[in-house]
């Protein structure tokens, strides 16, 4: 078996709880899609649009609810204009992300300002190799499988030797599950466990164990 060479790791609810920070801002995109024309229809499917917006792109949830091209563009001003009242906090493990040696990489989707803010709030850029953000409103759009791919190629090396680590199973579990990539769902709170994934944790802190390696920010 070849050696793994890096971990591919997603960022909502996998390095910082979402719902708890993304709320007020989500709250708002909800005004946005209320404050169209001729959505009034979809006040029966409001609880179910909040749930999605937290586990995937809002394009994804403008294609499922057939939201309107003004719809859209008003939601993505409020997403371009979005701003934080409050510093974004990592889950605490997220910390041993640094004290790993592989080559680490986030990977994430959505609106691509929206994502970098987070990014930027949350101070973590240091811990990775390279971001890459899977723009929903690029065209085409490569998705994270796309986004896999490349990082697969720049390292020049076998799908098998790459960790992916997330909590969403339909979107980096699967994408990483399609090209033949190690998949760990790790299961935060209120993330169902799914079958599909290789293997699953409850926090970073099992990497160590998974890799055969010691946590050297022990004693420190």
């Not at 591919?8 to 709320?23: M, Q, S």
């Not at 959505?39 to 394009?59: C, G």
């Not at 057939?66 to 979005?82: G, N």
């Not at 930027?120 to 409103?137: C, G, Q, S, T």
């Amino acid at each position: 078996m070849k050696p793994i060479e890096a971990i591919v790791y997603d960022l909502d609810n996998t390095i910082y709880p979402a719902k708890k920070f993304c709320e007020p801002v989500f709250l708002q995109v909800i005004d946005a899609i209320f404050s169209a024309d001729n959505n009034s229809y979809l006040e029966l499917e409001l609880e179910k649009i909040k749930a999605d917006m937290f586990t995937t792109t809002f394009v994804d949830v403008a294609k499922k609810y057939s939201l309107s091209d003004e719809t859209i563009l008003a939601v993505r001003q409020v997403l371009d204009s979005a701003v934080f009242e409050e510093q974004l906090v990592a889950y605490e493990d997220c910390a041993i992300i640094e004290n790993i040696p592989l080559k680490s990489f986030l990977v994430t989707s959505g609106n691509t300002s929206f994502q970098n803010k987070k990014i930027e709030n949350l101070r973590i850029a240091h811990w990775f190799e390279k971001i890459y953000i899977d723009d929903e409103n690029a065209q085409p759009r490569i998705g994270k499988e796309g986004v896999f791919k490349q990082i697969l190629s720049d390292l020049g090396c076998d799908a098998e030797q790459v960790i992916v680590v997330g909590d969403n199973i339909s979107s980096e579990i699967a994408a990483g599950n399609k090209l033949g990539m190690h998949t760990i769902q790790i299961l935060r709170a209120g993330i169902q466990k799914g079958a599909e994934a290789k293997q699953h944790i409850n926090s970073f802190t099992e990497l160590f164990n998974i890799l055969n390696l010691q946590d050297t920010s022990i004693g420190e």
